[in-house]
């Protein structure tokens, strides 16, 4: 079975422009995670989604960061205007039956923002 | 919220010693992760052990609800296990992932 997928790998973009991240969970599973690591905070939830529906996105920095997820097998995290201080890898994670189960996690995308 | 405290924070092995990380933590939890970070970044997941012991392989772990801790042990290390380990618990019905600050391993040939 497919792990959950994000694209891109890498990310490089200068500041001020709009960076989209995006995410695919395992099939089946009716929660996806975002989460952003950095060596300061380590690793950090920004949002969380049941069922498509936003639970919790008391994590998201603030308005420069939005995630969407239009169906059970799609999500988003846009960032516009990037900045440099948000450097870091985005994971996203899914799991079948909410916050308390097994999360898994994709591979994570690598952003520099110049 | 929750703390989450993980010991070593770095430890270096010769190829095929044996090890403990052990990972306390403040308050009662209904979700313990152990995850593996391998040298490219993935994180994988290791085991889901709010409670009790399971193993897989050359890796086991314990979890003791009662007293707040939670024990990985890899057995007859090889350099591919060379990387950081993080615990990760959810305390109450509502709460969120918390990770550790990990421990770094680095397994020498």
């Known amino acids: 079975d497919a792990g959950v997928i994000q694209s891109p790998r890498h990310e490089v973009t200068e500041m001020g422009q709009e960076v989209t991240l995006r995410c695919k969970p395992i099939?089946?599973?009716?929660?996806l995670f975002w989460y952003r690591q950095t060596m300061m905070r380590g690793l950090e939830l920004l949002i969380y989604?049941?069922?498509?529906?936003?639970?919790?996105d008391s994590g998201m920095p603030e308005d420069r960061f939005s995630a969407k997820m239009p169906n059970a097998s799609f999500s988003t995290l846009k960032i516009q205007p990037s900045e440099p201080r948000d450097s870091a890898v985005y994971f996203c994670?899914?799991?079948?039956?909410?916050?308390?189960?097994?999360?898994?996690f994709g591979p994570g995308t690598r952003l520099t923002v110049l | 919220g929750i703390q989450v405290e993980q010991s070593p924070p770095d430890l270096i092995l010769q190829e095929g010693a044996n090890s403990t990380l052990r990972c306390n933590f403040s308050?009662?939890?209904?979700?313990l992760q152990w995850f593996h970070q391998n040298p490219w970044g993935q994180l994988i997941n290791l085991f889901y052990?709010?409670?009790g012991t399971k193993q897989n392989g050359r890796l086991s772990a314990t979890t003791v609800a009662t007293e707040r801790y939670s024990l990985l042990y890899i057995s007859s290390s090889q350099t591919t296990d060379s990387g950081v380990y993080f615990c990760?618990?959810?305390?109450?019905?509502?709460?969120?992932?918390?990770f550790g600050k990990g421990t770094k391993l680095s397994v020498k040939p």
């Open positions: 052990i709010p409670s």
């Open positions: 994670a899914s799991s079948a039956l909410g916050r308390a189960d097994t999360q898994y």
């Open positions: 099939s089946g599973h009716n929660s």
């Open positions: 990760a618990v959810i305390g109450g019905s509502q709460g969120n992932l918390i």
């Open positions: 308050d009662s939890v209904n979700n």
């Open positions: 989604f049941n069922n498509n529906v936003p639970i919790d």
